[in-house]
C-alpha cells in the first residue's frame, strides 16, 4: 500500500520519474495489480508474467505507445522475468534509467542471480 501511494503521487505530480521497475513473486503479482489499481488509480501499469508466448505478446503490444514512448508507469515483473536473459536484454536494457522496487519476499545477495552482469 505504501508503495502504490507513493508511486501515484509521483506519477499524479507529473515527476517524470518512471519508469519504474516492481520485482514480485508470481504469486503476488496480481495483488500487486490489485493494489496499484485502488491505491493509485491514475498509474498505468503492465504485468510482464505468464509463459514465454504471453511475455512476447505483452512486449510487443503493451509496452510501446503508437508513438514509440512507454505506455505504462509502472512495470511489474516478477524475479523469472528479470532474470531471463531473452526478457532482460530486450525490455530492461533498451530504457536508460529504470527506478526499481524490490518486494522482500527473496533476500538478495551479491551472488544471486539477480545481480549477475547480463
Known amino acids: 500500500m505504501q508503495i ?13 520519474i518512471f519508469p519504474i521497475l516492481i520485482v514480485v513473486p508470481n504469486s ?53 522475468g528479470v532474470t531471463n536473459a531473452r526478457d532482460f536484454n530486450s525490455i530492461f536494457r533498451s530504457v536508460s534509467r529504470w527506478e526499481v522496487f524490490h518486494c522482500r519476499y527473496r533476500i538478495l545477495r551479491s551472488c544471486s542471480q539477480l545481480f549477475i552482469d547480463r
Open 4 to 16: 502504490a501511494t507513493f508511486i501515484g503521487k509521483l506519477v499524479k505530480e507529473d515527476l517524470k
Open 28 to 80: 503476488t503479482i496480481t495483488n500487486w495489480v490489485r493494489e496499484l489499481e485502488l491505491w493509485a488509480p491514475g498509474v498505468r501499469v503492465v504485468m510482464y508474467a505468464g509463459v514465454a508466448k504471453a511475455r512476447d505478446i505483452i512486449r510487443d503490444y503493451e509496452m510501446r505507445s503508437t508513438f514509440g514512448g512507454l505506455a505504462f508507469h509502472v512495470l511489474l515483473a516478477t524475479y523469472e
